[in-house]
C-alpha cells in the first residue's frame, strides 16, 4: 500500500532556520552598505579632484583642502586628513587609506580596511 499524502516543501524548523540565516545577511548587508556607499564617495572625490587641471602641480597641502572639500558635499565623514597621502613615484599619486570600525551583534565588530591610489593629471 503507497501513501497518496507525501509531505512536499519545507518543514516548520528548516523555514524558521532558512529565516534566520537570510536575516542575519540582510542584517549584515544593512551594517555593510553605508560603509562601501561612503567609500564609493571617497572614491569618486578622489577622481574629481585628480582630473582636475593641473591637480598634479599643486601642493599636497593644497590637494588634501581639495580633497576635503570634496568631502564635505559628500557626506565623507569617516576620512581624515591623515587618512590622504601624496605619493611621489612615477610621478605623483592620490592615496587615501582608511579603516572602518563598525559594531555588529554584541561585541562582535566588522574592520572593513580601504586602499585606493589613482595617479594626477
Known amino acids: 500500500m503507497k501513501h497518496k499524502n507525501k ?3 519545507m518543514s516548520m524548523i528548516g523555514l ?3 529565516m534566520s540565516l537570510l536575516g542575519f545577511f540582510v542584517y549584515a548587508g544593512i551594517r555593510l552598505g553605508p560603509i562601501y556607499n ?3 564617495s571617497v572614491v569618486k572625490a578622489m577622481n574629481l579632484v585628480a582630473n582636475k587641471p593641473g591637480s598634479a602641480n599643486k601642493s ?3 590637494i588634501k583642502e581639495d580633497m576635503m572639500k570634496s568631502f564635505l558635499t559628500s557626506y565623507v565623514k569617516r576620512v581624515k586628513k591623515n587618512d590622504i597621502k601624496i605619493i611621489r613615484s612615477r610621478g605623483k599619486q592620490l592615496q587615501v587609506k582608511y579603516e572602518v570600525q563598525e559594531s555588529f551583534i554584541g561585541n562582535l565588530d566588522f574592520l572593513v580596511r580601504f586602499e585606493k591610489t ?3 593629471k
Do not use: D
Request: no cysteine; net charge negative.
Open 7 to 9: 509531505q512536499h516543501g
Open 16 to 18: 524558521v532556520l532558512f
Open 38 to 40: 561612503e567609500y564609493y
Open 60 to 62: 599636497p597641502s593644497a
Open 118 to 120: 589613482i595617479p594626477l
